[in-house]
């Protein structure tokens, strides 16, 4: 597990990354055992209430931008503006970028809730054929 969550940093953060292990990686094993917790029978998985998922992704939301802006400064809002957009568009590209940024977290919450939901009505039609 150790390695498996090293890797993917790794990989996606590169060395300057690697502060952030800690976190990422109790992130990753909090997560791994509320949703086999979940699994043993007459228990439920957290992940399937929407107000937790929500919680999470908006903790982590939070986090992002804070670190974001203390890394760059005011070029971390460079992200709502590729290069070589012309002008025109510029303030209708900056909105929309704006507001997906911000619907991510929404998005990724109800996700997570949906899969763990659907999941755990799959198997409890399937328990019921037995």
Wanted: no cysteine.
């Amino acid at each position: 597990m150790y390695l498996l969550t090293a890797t993917v940093v790794k990989d996606n953060l590169g060395s300057k990354g690697e502060i952030y292990f800690p976190f990422i990686f109790s992130l990753h094993l909090f997560l791994l055992f509320i949703n086999l917790i979940g699994m043993v029978p007459y228990s439920f998985t957290v992940t399937s209430h929407i107000i937790f998922t929500f919680s999470l992704a908006l903790f982590i939301f939070i986090a992002i931008n804070i670190i974001g802006l203390k890394t760059h400064g005011l070029l971390f809002f460079s992200l709502f503006l590729p290069r070589g957009v012309p002008l025109v568009i510029v303030p209708l590209l900056i909105t929309i970028e704006f507001l997906s940024y911000i619907v991510k977290v929404f998005t990724l919450s109800i996700r997570l809730f949906a899969n763990m939901t659907s999941g755990h009505t799959l198997l409890k039609i399937i328990a019921g054929f037995a």
